[in-house]
């Protein structure tokens, strides 16, 4: 699960020598608002449609100040990196380097959520369970001590704080339709039940909002 596995060299990166105009033509070619720019294969940074806009788009974009010149991972960065930085940084692209910070391509957001959306955990069926704890009393080898108490299985896990409150949610996927029996055994050692989604109706409501994002992003 590193960088190299998503990058993507179709995009094609922008030169100093390009002006605002032909950059701008680029992204709507791509239908992107962020591109990279590259020197004899050292990036220099991103440039974004806002930045070339405030700029006299007849000029060079090696003339411009870019805003995202730090903004890229190596090759042999974990895909959680990328997500970091992307959240980070509000972009929908992140160009990818060697350790000679050397070009090699881009990620795209599009490109991490397929990923990640195709993965065994997401794909194989089951349930959505989502528990809200006190940082004190969480303990995830205790939480799937309790769902394979009734024979089910935790395929993924993900775990938020929920700021000042001490508190954090625990979101689980199981391999089960039916938690039933799963919820009532929580409930029983006093974790509370936020949440719990049956995964043909949950999927369908993610499914509709992962439908409106790559619409959004193309647009």
Same mark, same amino acid.
């Given at each position: ?7 993507? @060299? ?29 020197? @004899? ?6 440039? =974004? ?15 411009? &100040?870019?805003?995202?010149?730090? =903004? ?20 929908? $692209?992140?160009?990818? +380097? ?42 995830? =080898?205790?939480?799937?001590?309790? +769902? ?5 299985? $935790?395929?993924?896990? /993900?775990? =938020? ?16 339709? @039916? ?8 409930? &029983?050692?006093?974790? &509370?039940?936020?949440?719990? /989604? ?19 992003? @193309?647009?």
């Amino acid at each position: 699960m590193v960088a190299e596995i998503l990058i993507s @060299n179709e995009i094609v990166p922008l030169k100093t020598s390009d002006t605002g105009e032909e950059a701008l033509n680029v992204m709507s070619d791509y239908f992107l608002r962020y591109l990279p720019i590259v020197n @004899n294969s050292q990036l220099l940074g991103i440039l =974004s449609e806002d930045e070339i806009l405030d700029h006299d788009v007849s000029e060079p974009i090696g003339s411009y &100040r870019l805003s995202y010149q730090h =903004s890229y991972v190596t090759a042999k960065d974990h895909i959680y990196v990328v997500m970091r930085l992307l959240a980070e940084s509000g972009l929908t $692209i992140i160009p990818v +380097v060697d350790d000679d910070k050397n070009y090699l391509g881009v990620i795209t957001l599009e490109a991490l959520l397929q990923y990640f959306a195709g993965m065994a955990s997401f794909a194989s069926p089951g349930s959505i369970l989502v528990l809200e704890v006190a940082s004190r009393d969480y303990s995830m =080898s205790e939480i799937a001590r309790i +769902v394979e108490s009734e024979s089910a299985l $935790i395929l993924s896990s /993900f775990v =938020s704080s929920v700021p000042e409150s001490g508190l954090v949610e625990v979101t689980l996927k199981i391999n089960r339709q @039916n938690l039933q029996s799963v919820i009532a055994t929580f409930v &029983r050692f006093n974790y &509370r039940i936020k949440a719990s /989604f049956n995964e043909a109706t949950y999927l369908d409501s993610l499914k509709e909002r992962y439908d409106a994002l790559m619409s959004y992003l @193309n647009v």
